[in-house]
Structures are given as C-alpha cells and as structure tokens.
Nanobody
C-alpha cells in the first residue's frame, strides 16, 4: 500500500505563495490520480483538487480555482500543490491522498491512503 508524507506547510502572509509536497512510497503512485484536501479547525475536511495520473488534467474546488495548481513528478514519486494569492481562509491542515473514484468526484470516500497532513497558516 502506498504511504504519503506531506511537507512544506508554514506561516505565510496573505497574498503570498507556498508549495506543498506529497512524497509517495511504492510503485502504485504512478497508477492513480492524486488528490488534495484541507481541514480548518472546527470544520470538516474539504476537497481542494485532483490531479490525473499523467498530471496533465486536474479539477479544483471553486474556492481555490485560479489560485492553486496541482502537479506531479513521477520520477520523484511526488505530487505538489502550488498555492498563490493566499488568503487567511486558506488556513488549514492540508492532506494528500490517492484517488480511486470516478473523474470529477469530490467525495472524501473516493480517496484513501491519507498522509499525516501539513499545517498552512495565512496571516492577515
């Protein structure tokens, strides 16, 4: 089973940028789309984006569209989330996961092998 480890989260000012990484162990990383979710304190986990196996296709939550970009590097077994124009409401713990659902799904149940998360804090 693939194991995922997120990194790159930190404190950043509003308007700034940050890139999160999701390092995967095992060979299955290349055979599935990857997803990113986030969870703010006291709130449910929220869908952020899905990146296709090739990395050439993706879809996003409306709240992050045009600001966040997902990508992946198969040679490094790593997925990324580039976050620009950050807002205080982007403050959350960010998780990556393997996507096993139908393309277009945003259901948490269609994701598995969750990482431990990385904390992003955006100050105003």
């Amino acid at each position: 089973q693939v194991q995922l480890v997120e990194s790159g989260g930190r404190l950043v000012q509003a308007g700034g940028s940050l890139r999160l990484s999701c390092a995967a162990s095992g060979d299955t990383f290349s055979y599935y789309p990857m997803g990113w979710f986030r969870q703010a304190p006291g709130k449910a986990r929220e869908f952020v984006c899905v990146i296709s196996m090739s990395g050439r296709a993706s879809y996003y939550a409306d709240s992050v569209k045009d600001r966040f970009t997902g990508s992946r590097d198969k040679a490094k077994n790593t997925a990324y989330l580039q976050m620009n124009s950050l807002k205080p409401e982007d403050t959350a713990t960010y998780y990556c996961a393997v996507f096993y659902g139908s393309w277009g799904s945003r259901l948490e149940d269609d994701f598995a092998s969750w990482g431990q998360g990385t904390q992003v804090t955006v100050s105003s």
